[in-house]
């Protein structure tokens, strides 16, 4: 009982000892510690810079940072803001009589050490964070390229397409409708609205464009990239197995684990979905759907589509409105009246077709007498009316291409026809042809190459602005 007394009353004198001389310690070392911590987080900072660089030059190559990784940058990142308010603290000290305080300086103090054990404790952390970066998953979404601000009363079908992703009672779904119409658009529309509000539900979406050529490896590997496989020759990841057996296998089994939405973008027969490796037998039901474009009703029902959905033409108001969009005209600056109404004649002979409304419509911009819009128009009227819709599409399109003024550029686009259909061209390998074959040929000596090229370049600018070539995927193809 003593011994208890006298060792506690020890304690406690050694204790309010011990907290006396630190403050005093604490107020002592104010401004050492406030310069010390000043210096350990320029350090701290550096070596976060570096970390950053190293991330931003190997996310080139799919790298991210580990879960490790990105918990100490967020740590750095606090200790920062923290040391920041500190640093305003010190300085402004003394300024107002509560702040010169005793008090407040020993809460400086114990801040200043705080902060400083922290960044030591990051600067140590640091060198033991391995690996840093690993093979990043794929993302949920892959954007396609689209200008929605263009896209013209499509509301109410894609609304019927957005609440058919939520029947789980239909898993296969079929967009169909003459080309040109939209389809493409819209399910790049779809695709798109993922990256705003999250995949939705779904754990990947993938995007495939499959063709008149149904490449079944292809779809295959085009699935198998949003998977995380690498195509064979490039990249240095995993790749599908070469036995078909197993490529089906390996997909199938990747897939199952998944919650996804595949987006097939124009089929022109039948795709066995299984002999991909994409499970979807009627016993399969995971909330994964697959949705797909076809200009044919008849591939919807082999495709045993649970539901349809057919895409409009566009009335004749929207009609307009695209079609004076792309003339770069206003709906209500057609001040002679007689003009307007040819043009409007010229716009009801696109049928309400997106694709033959924005090339006539780029083909008609700048064209300002009445004599012109009356042989434009008589030109479409000469087209047959018993002419299935695709041929009438075909001879619209002609109309345009006839209008080009660039001359090479018409063979140009001619030349195009070469790639096979939705192809992504790489612009570079597609001039480099074009100066090969002697379409840029100007007849002059010398002709440098590079002034070839140059020419190359402008006639794909000038068939992007007659909307007959479009973007393509990556920026090479752009
Ligand atoms: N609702 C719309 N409003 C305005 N422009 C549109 C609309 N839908 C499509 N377009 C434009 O029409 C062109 C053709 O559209 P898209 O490629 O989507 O047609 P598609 O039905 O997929 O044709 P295909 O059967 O040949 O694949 C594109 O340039 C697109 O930007
Ligand atoms: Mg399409």
């Not at 076809?294 to 695209?322: H, I, Y």
Request: hydrophobic fraction near 40%; include cysteine; glycine fraction near 8%.
């Amino acid at each position: 009982m003593q011994n208890f007394l006298q060792s506690s009353t020890g304690e406690a004198v050694s204790w309010v000892w011990n907290l006396a001389a630190g403050g005093i310690v604490t107020l002592i070392l104010l401004d050492s510690r406030a310069e010390e911590l000043d210096r350990e987080m320029t350090d701290l900072i550096v070596v976060r810079e570096d970390l950053e660089e190293e991330i931003k030059q190997r996310e080139l190559q799919d790298m991210g940072p580990t879960r490790q990784v990105q918990a100490w940058l967020r740590k750095v990142q606090e200790i920062e803001s923290r040391a920041a308010v500190f640093g305003v603290s010190f300085q402004q000290r003394g300024a107002s009589s509560e702040g010169s305080s005793l008090r407040s300086s020993y809460r400086l103090g114990c801040e200043a050490a705080e902060c400083l054990k922290q960044v030591q404790r990051l600067k140590t952390q640091r060198g033991n964070l391995l690996p840093l970066l690993i093979q990043a998953p794929p993302p949920a979404v892959v954007p396609q390229p689209i200008s929605s601000a263009s896209i013209v009363d499509a509301e109410k079908t894609l609304s019927e397409i957005r609440s058919l992703l939520e029947d789980n009672e239909a898993p296969v779904i079929g967009i169909y409708g003459l080309g040109g119409i939209g389809k493409t658009t819209l399910l790049k529309a779809i695709n798109n609205e993922f990256l705003q509000r999250g995949s939705g539900g779904f754990d990947l979406v993938i995007w495939v464009t499959v063709s008149k050529e149904l490449d079944v490896r292809k779809v295959q590997e085009d699935i198998a990239v949003r998977l995380g496989y690498s195509r064979p020759g490039k990249g240095q990841g995993q790749t599908l197995p070469e036995h078909p057996t197993d490529r089906v296998n390996t997909l199938l089994s990747a897939l199952s684990k998944r919650n996804f939405l595949l987006l097939l973008d124009d089929l022109w027969e039948k795709l066995d979905l299984g002999a991909v490796g994409v499970p979807f037998s009627s016993s399969f039901r995971n909330g994964s759907k697959v949705f797909f474009t076809t200009r044919s009703e008849k591939v919807c029902n082999d495709m045993d589509a649970q539901k349809k959905v057919k895409v409009p033409l566009l009335n004749r108001k929207s009609s307009w409105t695209r079609f004076c969009q792309k003339m770069g005209k206003g709906e209500d600056q057609w001040n002679d009246l007689s003009i307007r109404s040819l043009a409007e004649a010229v716009c009801q002979k696109c049928g309400g077709l997106p694709i033959t409304l924005i090339t006539v419509g780029r083909a008609m911009a700048g064209v300002t007498t009445r004599d012109e819009w009356q042989v434009a128009l008589m030109a479409l009227k000469s087209i047959p009316a018993e002419l299935g819709d695709m041929k009438k599409v075909l001879i619209l399109l002609k109309f345009s291409f006839d209008r080009l003024k660039d001359t090479p550029a018409k063979e140009c686009l001619l030349y195009c026809a070469l790639y096979p259909e939705d192809h992504n061209i790489l612009i570079s390998e597609l001039i480099d042809y074009w100066v090969g074959e002697g379409l840029l040929d100007t007849g002059r000596h010398p002709d440098p190459i590079e002034r070839a090229r140059n020419r190359g370049h402008l006639a794909i600018k000038n068939l992007k602005a007659a909307c007959l070539l479009e973007d393509g995927r990556s920026k090479e193809d752009r």
